[in-house]
Every structure is written in structure tokens, then in C-alpha cells.
């Protein structure tokens, strides 16, 4: 006996910067015929509701607190000091989120035991970096190291905190070689760039964690875009991998942040998944 057709999926943003809209015209023109956007957050109402109006079908635009109760699954595509009002919203509601800003795991401490309690769950969408479904395979064995370089370009690092306090000017002063501007664990590279490592709580996340997972972090003038070299050594599987990311409108947002966040919703309706 057939059932029919599977219902829709609805999906909500929570976020309506360069990342968010993108991924609304997407979503609107039919990337994904399965998944239909009904709902917007943001920041700014007003500035969202503007930004809407070329969408068709035109999404609602709703405070973070009524987004969940609209739709079946919430994407975060926001930054990472609004994560944790978005994952708190989404999981208390029992839905699935699916954040982009991983950057801002470390200060939702309670995610997991609230989608335990709740019967949330969350996906952490990760394009920028390679390799981290054959890392999660090598997790269910032992790992023994996990390394992270990464090569980021002066203008997206010329303001960071962290970069100028410890005496860098990358405006004044731009570099003409690479220069490294940190060394230490993913934990550590996560609370120094908060905008930037979500490419490092992601590879904690799918491998051995904060502490133990290591980075290095250098500051490329010769590079087009942000590049990521991943190193493992695990029982069952050494791996050397690198990704060469290109920059979106954004010169801070990989382009591939769109599609992996399709990828993830598509995942979630496909009748065959690839991959672990």
C-alpha cells in the first residue's frame, strides 16, 4: 500500500545577513523541492521584512522565539555570539538546528543536555573544512593526534583582538610572507577568533576534542582565500587533507557556507545519503 508523497520539510533561518539570504533565494527558487522556506529571524525585523520582499513565495519574518514553533527544522546562519539564543530557542521547542556558527558551541554548555531533554537535535554544517565524515569514522577507533593550519588573508584578520594585542598591524603594516599569529588548541583558537575557527569547534566536535585537537593559525598575503590542512593519525587511517576555500560577497564567508548548509537539508529529505 502506498503512503503518498513525503510531506514538505519547512525550514527557518535564523539569520538574514549575506549567508541567510543567499540561502533564501536558493531555498525559494527550488534547490531543494522538498524543503520550503516559511520563516525568517533576524537582528533587525525591519531591515529582514525589506529584504524579503523579492522573495516568492515570501517568507514571515518572526522574533527568534516564534520561529521554531513554525517550522521543522531552524538553520543557523547568524554569528556566533547569537548562537546560543538560537540553539536555546530551537531545542527547548524540540526541533533540529542547523548552525553554521560552531564558533559559538562553547558558550551553549547546555545544548546537548537541553536536546536530550527535549528531543532536539543538532547538525553542525561545515563545508570549509574537508574530511569530517572519514574523521568521525576514525573516532569510533583511536586517535592520536588531529592538526589544524590554517591560512587566513590580512584583511580578514587586520582587526581581531587578539591579532592587535599581541602588536600586529596588518593595516599599517601588511605582511609580505606569512606570518603566524597563533599556536594552541582548537579550544583556544575558538575563544581567540570566536568569527573565524568554527572550522576548529567542527573538527573538535567530529574527533577527539577542544583540548586535544591543535592549531596553528598564519596571517597569508599570497593566498585568494582562507586554506585548511587537516592532520590525523589515528589507529585505523592517517590522513593528510587541505581545502582551498573561495570567498563569497563577504570577503570573511566562504562561498561553500551556502552550500553546505543546502547539503545538510538535503540530507535530511534525500532517500539515499552518502557518506556516514
Not at 573565524?196 to 567542527?202: E, G, K, P, R, T
Not at 593559525?217 to 581545502?243: C, F, R
Request: glycine content about 8%.
Amino acid at each position: 500500500m502506498s503512503l503518498g508523497p513525503p510531506r514538505t520539510l519547512t525550514v527557518g533561518l535564523a539569520g538574514f545577513g549575506n549567508v541567510g539570504q543567499d540561502l533564501a533565494r536558493r531555498l525559494c527558487e527550488g534547490a531543494i523541492p522538498e524543503a520550503t522556506l516559511v520563516a525568517v529571524s533576524a537582528r533587525n525585523l525591519a531591515r529582514a521584512e525589506m529584504n524579503t520582499a523579492a522573495l516568492m513565495p515570501r517568507p514571515r519574518v518572526v522574533p527568534l522565539e516564534e520561529l521554531p514553533s513554525l517550522v521543522d527544522v531552524v538553520v543557523e546562519c547568524a554569528t556566533a555570539e547569537s548562537f546560543a539564543a538560537i540553539a536555546r530557542a530551537t531545542l527547548k521547542a524540540g526541533k533540529m538546528l542547523i548552525a553554521v556558527s560552531a564558533g559559538g558551541v562553547p558558550s551553549c554548555p547546555d545544548m546537548v543536555e537541553l536536546a536530550r531533554i527535549h528531543g532536539g537535535r543538532v547538525k553542525i554544517a561545515s563545508g570549509a573544512l574537508p574530511g569530517l565524515d572519514i574523521l568521525r569514522c576514525a573516532s569510533e577507533g583511536r586517535i592520536r593526534r588531529v592538526h589544524l593550519r590554517s591560512q587566513i588573508k590580512p584583511g580578514s584578520m587586520a582587526h581581531e583582538k587578539y591579532v592587535l594585542d599581541r602588536g600586529f598591524d596588518f593595516v599599517k603594516s601588511p605582511p609580505t610572507q606569512a606570518v603566524k599569529v597563533f599556536e594552541g588548541s582548537a579550544g583556544e583558537a575558538a575563544a581567540a577568533f570566536p568569527r573565524h575557527f568554527n572550522v576548529a569547534v567542527s573538527l573538535s566536535l567530529g574527533g577527539i576534542g577542544f583540548d586535544r585537537t591543535t592549531v596553528e593559525v598564519w596571517v597569508d598575503p599570497d593566498i585568494p582565500g582562507a586554506i585548511h590542512n587537516v592532520e590525523v593519525d589515528a589507529d585505523d587511517i592517517g590522513l593528510t587533507m587541505q581545502s582551498r576555500n573561495r570567498p563569497s560577497a563577504n570577503p570573511r564567508t566562504s562561498r561553500i557556507v551556502s552550500p553546505s548548509i543546502l547539503a545538510a537539508i538535503r540530507a535530511i529529505v534525500a532517500p539515499v545519503q552518502v557518506g556516514s
